[in-house]
């Protein structure tokens, strides 16, 4: 076994840790991981890189989330107002200013499903609570850095620049910062596709949170 980066879970070759610049939360960031990918060989992992660089990101391991304790309190939490990242009919850009009417001034928390396009699916189909609750899109996403993935349609994006998509979107009603944070997840990314091309590439099927209106 090769030593792992104890803060990032990748070999010391590819451990991206003297790139973090801690984003300094706005929405609460609560990554929901399809147990599949989350053991999945060779995987880019990008929602572990989210919790590694959103500062109070929370990261929970499942399908069925209706009785996970934790994930229970910040639901029932009033200072917070849900928000499924995930493209679905109705979903709202971050800049909407329907946004900023239903967080009414509280924090956004910002539940955003990982997996492939159909696990993330398969999160939403066990926990309808969840699906139904107000959606974030991303409108015309920039081309992903994950290109040597296979993308299901064109516009998707890793979890990893979905969320850094959002937070920059939602700039307005919930800042994240200092910039240079938010630019540096990037960084990351790139950083770590670079060393996985440079290995041969992964398998990955996919995005989670590849957010697209489309
Ligand atoms: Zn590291």
Known sequence: MRPLCPDCHKARSRCYCHLVVPVLPGPKVVLLVHPREDHKRGALNTAR?????????ELFVGLDFHAHPRLSVLLSDSGLAPFLLHPGPGSLNPQDPEVGRILGGRRMLMLVPDGTWRQARQILRFNPHLAALPRLGLD????????????????????????????LGLQAFCPSGPPRALHAMKAILRHVVDEQVALGGCNDSGPGAGVSNR
């Not at 890189?49 to 990101?57: K, L, P, S, T, W």
């Not at 920039?142 to 998707?156: I, N, S």
């Open 49 to 57: 890189m989210v919790r590694r660089c959103v500062q109070g990101a």
């Open 140 to 167: 015309g996403p920039e081309p992903g850095l994950v290109t040597y993935r296979r993308q299901p349609a064109e516009g998707c994006l890793s979890t990893l620049e979905a969320v850094h998509q959002a937070l």
